[in-house]
């Protein structure tokens, strides 16, 4: 039953992103706290140091996809430079991605309130394909599938640019540049599988409600094999202390995110998913966690 499970998923994971062979990005709702992860231009526009980790089970109640990701990035302290690191697991069924990276950024002043960043991401991808997962029964060989763990690396490249004030941002970035082959080729298995270049277009704004309350819109669009996918959010945050928002993703799901800033160090957000397509049948809902550390400015 659990195997059957597992192709039931799969199934709907590619009708669901309407592209076969393609390697999906990690999605994150609360991306706007980890936007490094979205585009590696970032790294250095800060003047700290910060670690951010994600934790992300969608679709409640059917083995779904799993993510857990973990980055740190931050500037030089005499020059308009930063870089960073990131190492992200994702899981889907008897298949994961396993990434790991490093990212060098430069910044430079377009004017006294404009600036301009930006960075590349250089790493290594490691997928796997559990065939003991996919075998329906037992007793019944089928040469399709492979009988164990099969597995492949290979290079990945991120590049972007992120222009910014105080109030204002807009990043560009493109993911899985090289377009590398991970497809488990063997006697009875034939084809390409390919990384699909991901284009992600993002902003927002911090405006200042009163001396108690910040208002910040923010916007991401992602592209991919022709899939054009929107996600706008909004977040209310109280005394820089605590944060409540909603998120709307196209096509996909509306989201609740709320979290808490203690002493402006470490910071805790929470989101549930509530999903809008026809999958809201088979499960409860798509949780994620984020926990994060800001170190002393340096610059």
Known sequence: MKKLRYIIIIGLTV??????????????????????????????????????????????????????????????????????GYVYNDVTGPESWTSLGGTYAYNIAINEAW????????????????GQKLQMDEDIYDPVIPQGVESRTIMDATAGVYVWTSYYYVG???????????????????????????????????????????????ALIRYSA???????????????IVWGGLSYRTGDAIAVMAGYNYENKIYIGIAYDLPLSDIRQYTAGTMEVMIGYRFDSIK
């Open 115 to 130: 600036r301009i960043s930006g960075g590349l991401s250089l790493g290594m991808m490691q997928y796997k394909l559990d």
């Open 226 to 240: 022709g899939l054009f996918q929107a996600e706008i959010n909004a977040k209310v945050i109280y005394n820089r």
């Open 172 to 218: 560009l970035s493109a993911h899985q540049l090289l377009g590398n082959k991970y497809g488990i080729e063997t006697d009875s298995i034939k084809g390409i599988s390919r990384l699909t270049q991901h284009v992600y277009l993002s902003g927002g704004a911090n405006f200042i409600l009163n001396r108690e309350f910040f208002l910040t819109p923010s």
């Open 15 to 84: 009708l669901f992103i309407k592209t076969v062979n393609a390697q999906v990005a990690p999605y994150y709702t609360q991306y706007m706290f980890n936007d490094y992860l979205v585009n590696p231009a970032v790294a250095g526009t800060h003047n700290y140091f910060q670690v951010r980790a994600n934790s992300r089970i969608q679709w409640i109640g059917m083995d779904g996809p799993r993510t857990m990701s973990i980055a740190a990035y931050g500037p030089f302290k005499e020059r308009n430079m930063g870089y960073g």
